[in-house]
C-alpha cells in the first residue's frame, strides 16, 4: 500500500464547508470538542477569517481531498501572554492515525516559530474512564509530538449525559529570551 499525497496549504475561507463537514461529526458524535451545537458554514467562515487576521490556519489535501485541518489561536487576551497559542486539529474519520495530524502540527509548529510563538498549548478533552465518546487518544498524540502534561481539570465539561475532565498540555518551541517578539500573521 502506498502512502497517502499528502500537502499543507494555508485555509481560504472558501474551505469552510469542507472544515465544517470534518468538524461536524466531532461535534455531534464525540467529546474531542465541548461544543454542544454544530456552527452554521458563515459562522465557521467567520471564526478561519477571524483567526487568521493573527495566526496560521492550516489545511491538509490527502490526494487532492480536504483531510484535516489546524490552526492557532490565542491562549489568553492579555498581552503578556502573546508568545503561547493555543492550538487544535481535527481530521477527517477515517484518515486518522495516516500520517496527516502529524504534518499538520510540523507545518503549524514552524509557522508559529517563524512568527516567534514560544509555547503551544493544547486543551484536551479527557475520559476518567475511555467511552464510545472520547480516549485518550489526543493525549497520546500530543505526547508523541514533544507535548508534556501541565495540568488537568476534574469533571469541568458536560457533554452527552456526562462528565470529563480537561487537561492542558504544553510544547515549548521558542528559547524564551529576554526581548521576545511576535509577528502577527497578519503582519507578515
Known sequence: MSEPNIQIREAVPGDAAALLAIYEPYVRETAI???????????????????KKKYPY????????VAGYAYAGAF???A???FAVETSIYVRKG???????????????????????????????VPEVEDEYLTRDSVH?????????????????????RWYNMAWMEKHIGEHGAQPKVTWKGEM
Open 95 to 125: 484518515l486518522r492515525r495516516s500520517g496527516i495530524g502529524g504534518r499538520l502540527y510540523a507545518a503549524l509548529e514552524k509557522e508559529l516559530r517563524e512568527m516567534g510563538i514560544q509555547n503551544m498549548e493544547a486543551c484536551i478533552g
Open 33 to 51: 470538542t465541548f461544543e454542544y451545537e454544530v456552527p452554521s458554514v458563515e459562522e465557521f467562515r467567520a471564526r478561519i477569517e477571524k483567526t
Open 58 to 65: 492550516l489545511v491538509a489535501l490527502c490526494d487532492g481531498e
Open 80 to 82: 503578556a501572554y502573546d
Open 76 to 78: 489568553k487576551e492579555r
Open 141 to 161: 498524540f500530543h505526547e508523541h509530538l514533544g507535548f508534556r502534561m501541565v495540568g488537568e481539570f476534574y469533571k469541568c465539561g458536560f457533554k452527552f449525559g
